[in-house]
């Protein structure tokens, strides 16, 4: 059947590739709350976090400019994979029978097979470019640990992944893509480190949490003069860095006359949410009419559940103390398949444009994701990322709701990763064996 209007994909050339990340700091309409250190409470300065990131992410971390140019050498880069494409699922639309139109943009396609290498290739950069020998940093499923091992191949620095147990033993080739790619991968938590020792002197078989991981990670990166510190979500940086998802989107539907009625992304630290939706926040600010919906899993429901109130990002607290939505920095999670959204904080300008009332949460258990995932799958054809199926399961209700009403509305969300890696997971929904 041909398509109703328009095409199924919209393509930009690699010279539309962004020339400037958007950083909506600028755009804010309150100040964000200022991140404390963790020993004084005091608020943090830039030698505070020196020995953790290079200076120029750091200014990126504190700057009020709206817009941020990507340097020539991360662009090049990106025209690996970049632009993605935005699809319409218009077989989707008319399995669900719906007058809405589903546009979703496609971050499977690059190398790592999501959205992580849109940070990941920046920061490393940086690193090189200040003269770091060596990152060490803390994965969950793997797309982060997998996207750093990349940007660091390419920038030549050495890279240590500490990755949450249950992943570690749940997603083998996730592991085996940062071991291709040269990283040195640590199940956390691990006997490598203070944190992780204490850790696992009070429960041995832990599963592990990003929480923990991160704790590792710094206090490795802390005592090594030649080390820095990555996160690969979270950070006001790293959020700015993924807005070439969203930059490119609003490029490319204005390209067929559109816009969105509603934007949708996961959450787990925030930053691929953050990629899809900041740049048309910046239209929200203005007065347009648009809905934002941030979708995360019951089983660590920050957004939903949280408090709002300033935490430690890690176990162990070292890293610096952040007004956020969180379950307490000592909360692990239920061992769930989406393990790139088992944190108990989010993106502190995620968490505050929750608590003001742009952004819309909700929370999915996964057994409902997964018949989401599945159905897109028998649809579009594309097997998409267990985390990627929270944002598809809501846009799937936004487009049931629009059957019910009549109305025909545009709903854009974010397709952060595929889940060819992720097969495990479906075998065991597909075999009955998925719980919530």
Not at 341 to 367: C, D, F, M, N, W
Not at 379 to 405: F, N, R, V
């Amino acid at each position: 059947m041909p398509p109703k209007e328009g095409p199924y994909k919209v393509m930009l050339s690699e010279e539309e590739i962004p020339t400037s990340w958007y950083n909506i700091q600028s755009d804010l309409p309150t100040p964000l709350s200022p991140p404390l250190h963790p020993g004084t409470r005091e608020p943090l300065g830039p030698e505070d976090l020196a020995p953790l990131f290079p200076m120029e992410l750091i200014k990126q971390e504190m700057s009020q400019e709206r817009y941020i140019e990507i340097p020539d050498e991360v662009r090049e880069v990106y025209k690996l994979y970049r632009p993605t494409p935005l699809r319409r699922a218009y077989r989707l639309e008319r399995e669900l029978d719906t007058p809405a139109k589903i546009f979703y943009k496609d971050e499977s396609v690059s190398m790592a097979g999501s959205h992580k290498p849109n940070t990941a290739i920046a920061q490393a950069y940086y690193n090189k470019a200040e003269g770091v020998k060596r990152i060490a940093t803390e994965t969950g499923a793997g797309q982060w640990g997998s996207a750093l091992a990349l940007g660091c191949k390419f920038f030549g620095i050495e890279l240590k992944v500490f990755m949450v147990r249950i992943s570690y033993d749940q997603k083998p080739y996730r592991r085996a893509m940062m071991h291709v790619w040269g990283a040195d991968v640590v199940a956390s938590p691990s006997e490598l480190t203070n944190s992780g020792r204490e850790i696992l002197a009070q429960d041995p078989d832990s599963p592990g949490s990003l929480g923990i991981a991160i704790s590792e990670a710094v206090e490795v990166a802390a005592t090594d003069p030649d080390a820095r510190y990555s996160l690969g979500s979270v950070l006001n940086h790293v959020c700015m860095h993924q807005t070439v998802i969203g930059l490119e989107a609003k490029a490319q539907m204005e390209k067929i006359g559109e816009y969105p009625d509603m934007v949708i992304g996961c959450v787990g630290g925030g930053s691929n949410f953050a990629g899809v939706s900041f740049p048309f926040m910046k239209d929200k600010f203005e007065g347009k009419d648009i809905r934002m919906i941030a979708v995360e899993p019951t089983s660590c429901p920050t957004l939903t559940k949280g408090k709002y109130e300033y935490d430690f990002g890690d176990e162990a607290e070292l890293a610096p103390v952040v007004m956020m939505y969180t379950l307490g920095h000592r909360f692990v999670p239920s061992p769930i398949h989406a393990g790139g959204l088992r944190y108990h904080g989010a993106s502190p300008i995620v968490s505050k444009l929750v608590h003001e009332g742009y952004v819309e949460a909700r929370a999915y258990p996964q057994t409902t994701v997964f018949d989401s995932a599945m159905l897109f799958a028998r649809t579009e054809g594309t097997i998409i990322a267990p985390e990627s199926s929270h944002a598809l399961k809501a846009a799937i209700d936004e487009a049931l709701q629009c059957k019910e009403s009549g109305e025909s509305k545009n709903i854009l969300f974010n397709l952060s990763g595929h889940g060819l890696l992720d097969l495990g997971g479906y075998e065991e929904y597909i075999a009955g064996n998925l719980t919530d």
